[in-house]
């Protein structure tokens, strides 16, 4: 006995666990046994429970619930060939040693001409299956009715709770084939125009990897007319005969009906059969075309799931984006729909923008978002370690690898492994690990600083700077191979000057944010403050701002924020006083001017001079000339140079 599970649908399709003495749980938490990234699984979704020569299996309270063949359930004994619904996946309990499930077959179109037969058309109109009022009365019951009428309904049972289309195409598979004596078949679904979207195919002869083909013509003609179709020759025929002694291929017989919607075929069902002894007969065109007409409804609704789904992910991305940023601007607003569109994905990012805008707020906002949300986030500031250890931090090292390599240790980028590796500050990253780096990116997978073994890797890179690094290219400071690997879906952060409606949004943000700090009480900011802050430049973006409500708080006694509680230079780059502050402000800033102007005079237009009469640094001098905007009358102020007329 070797008991197993074997994926056969969805995320875990392929994957192969066996079953050994004890408990394997399932679920969307890599911590689980068996796990998968399906936004349908919960974190702890069910459980497997093996003893001895029994298996059982455990709901562990999932959102979505736990099925088998179809039903749901709570806790149950599994037995050989149970088919186990999780989430998006479909998973086969197997037992005995040599039973090996099918995996699906490639399908093709096979362009044939049409060989001899009689064919046979089945509206689902005239279905006897699909009008039971009808069945009795025109189709005397007998042992192979009643057989057929019970698998339908174990069918109908089955098909209401699957949720993906390649479930619904393997459940339809191996049902079809309990009913009909097919030796081969096809479950095919057609898209908007017309073309085969999907499909799955089962050979019950040659077994799986062998190519199923199918009959173009067959397919286009039940396509077109609505009709399901059987084409098979009797064996008396003298086609069938005669092709018999000219043919080392069997005749064949092939039936095929479609999956019908309100107003097209949605699919069909395509079988082929090439014994003798069990040619299709009228009787499975009819149960193939019941067949069809439950699945067409099942795959209908699947559909108009599929379309609620995505547009219920829309809306939740609208209203659930989960950031830490502040903004109604529109270049906020563009940032906002950058993240909703890139976070599902596992594409690298590079944020660029100035100091103090906020790139590592979008680095976690696309984390949050993602389907690595519950997986780490680990950032790194490449500027703030020094060369030497930078690539110890990064890739981790191994005992004895360096003098004070007492232990084996993890770098940022194996403990990130799962979730999201930040590199703030790329730039200044060393060229010798920009080819590390370059390389993990390429093939997933690095060593450890002393390691000789390859570790492989699954992260997702977000990287940041606040260097041009298309400068840096040309300059030779940055590789060119690594830039054009990072920059794969770019943004860049506005700064704070380039969206001054979010000014005061942000203020008001940071006022109650200080006050939570420092355990005082919010104030409002006063219109003068409001108008230096909205007028002023801000050369630290963000961070200044935050900076500056912080000191107002800690330095006013008011109940309002004042022009008087802010820092100098924003009083110096704010508006005209006249308009917007009062007299004392806009008379406190025509004195600076004067004041600077006739310093500047006196010194014969040098800098110098003028800083020392005036008894402050150059530097300072200079940034008061600026934030005033006085430039132009200083340089106007100095006395012409001698010899100029």
């Known amino acids: 006995m070797n008991p197993r599970v074997i994926g056969i649908a969805g995320p875990l399709q392929g994957s192969l666990f066996a079953l050994t003495e004890g408990r394997v749980t399932i679920g969307r938490d890599a911590s689980n046994e068996i796990w998968a990234a399906d936004s349908f699984l919960s974190r702890r979704h069910c459980a497997l429970e093996s003893s001895g020569t029994e298996c059982s299996i455990q709901d562990l309270g999932s959102h979505n619930g736990t099925r088998v063949n179809g039903i749901p359930i709570k806790d149950q004994k599994l037995q050989h060939g149970d088919q186990i619904s999780v989430g998006d996946s479909l998973l086969l309990y197997l037992t005995d040693e040599d039973d090996i499930p099918h995996p699906t077959n490639p399908v093709e179109l096979e362009d044939t001409t049409k060989f001899p037969c ?31 009428l019970n698998a339908l309904l174990r069918l109908a049972t089955k098909i209401g709770g699957i949720r993906s289309r390649e479930a619904l195409q393997w459940q339809l598979l191996g049902f079809i084939f309990e009913v009909v004596p097919a030796e081969r078949g096809a479950v095919i679904f057609f898209d908007e125009s017309g073309e085969i979207s999907s499909s799955a195919g089962w050979d019950r002869v040659r077994g799986p990897e ?8 067959v397919v286009l003609r039940v396509f077109r007319e609505r009709a399901a179709l059987l084409e098979s020759q009797p064996s008396n025929s003298p086609d069938h005969a005669e092709r018999g002694k000219t043919s080392r291929q069997p005749m064949r017989s092939v039936l095929c009906a479609p999956l019908l919607g309100s107003r097209k075929a949605l699919g069909a069902i395509y079988l082929e059969g090439a014994s003798p002894a069990e040619q299709f007969d009228q009787n499975h065109l009819r149960i193939a075309t019941a067949v069809a007409g439950i699945a067409a409804l099942a795959l209908d609704n699947l559909r108009d799931w599929e379309l609620l789904q995505r547009e219920n992910q829309s809306l939740r991305a609208e209203a659930d984006l989960e950031h830490n940023m502040v903004g109604e601007s529109s270049r906020m607003k563009e940032v906002f729909q950058f993240v909703r569109r890139v976070a599902p994905s596992d594409s690298t990012v590079l944020i660029e923008g100035e100091s103090g805008t906020g790139k590592e707020l979008i680095a976690r906002a696309i984390h949050r978002n993602s389907p690595r949300a519950e997986l780490p986030f680990v950032a790194v500031n490449c500027a703030a370690i020094t060369e030497s250890l930078l690539e110890s931090e990064l890739f981790g090292h191994e005992k004895g690898a360096f003098t004070g390599a007492i232990a084996q240790k993890k770098g940022k980028v194996e403990i990130a492994n799962g979730g999201t590796l930040f590199l703030d500050e790329i730039g200044e990253l060393a060229l010798g690990l920009q080819a590390k780096l370059l390389r993990v990116l390429q093939e997933r997978e690095f060593e450890r600083v002393g390691g000789t073994r390859a570790i492989p890797l699954d992260i997702r890179l977000i990287a940041a700077t606040n260097r041009n690094l298309v400068d840096a290219m040309e300059s030779g400071a940055f590789r060119r191979d690594l830039y054009y690997r990072l920059n794969v879906v770019g943004v860049c952060m506005p700064a704070l000057c380039d969206r001054r409606d979010d000014i005061l949004l942000l203020a008001e943000h940071f006022v109650a944010k200080a006050a939570r700090k420092g355990k005082t009480r919010m104030r409002a900011i006063s219109p003068e403050a409001q108008a230096c802050l909205t007028n002023y430049d801000w050369p630290g973006n963000v961070r200044e701002l935050e900076n500056a409500i912080e000191r107002a708080l800690v330095l006013g006694s008011g109940d309002t924020i004042l022009p008087d509680d802010l820092p100098e230079a924003i009083l110096e780059g704010g508006p005209a006083a006249a308009d917007q502050a009062g007299k004392y402000h806009g008379t406190l800033k025509e004195s600076k001017k004067q004041l600077i102007l006739q310093a500047l005079q006196q010194a014969g237009g040098s800098y110098i001079e003028a800083a020392k009469a005036l008894g402050i ?19 106007a102020a100095a006395p012409p140079a001698r010899g100029t007329p």
């Open 210 to 217: 062998h190519v199923v083909p199918i009959n173009q013509n």
């Open 617 to 635: 640094h150059p530097n300072s001098l200079l940034r008061l000339i600026r934030n005033l905007g006085i430039k132009t009358e200083a340089k």
């Open 118 to 148: 009689f064919p046979v058309e089945l509206r689902q109109a005239d279905s006897f299956y699909l009008q039971p009022e009808k069945l009795f009365a025109g189709f005397p019951e007998t042992a192979r009715t009643a057989r057929d």
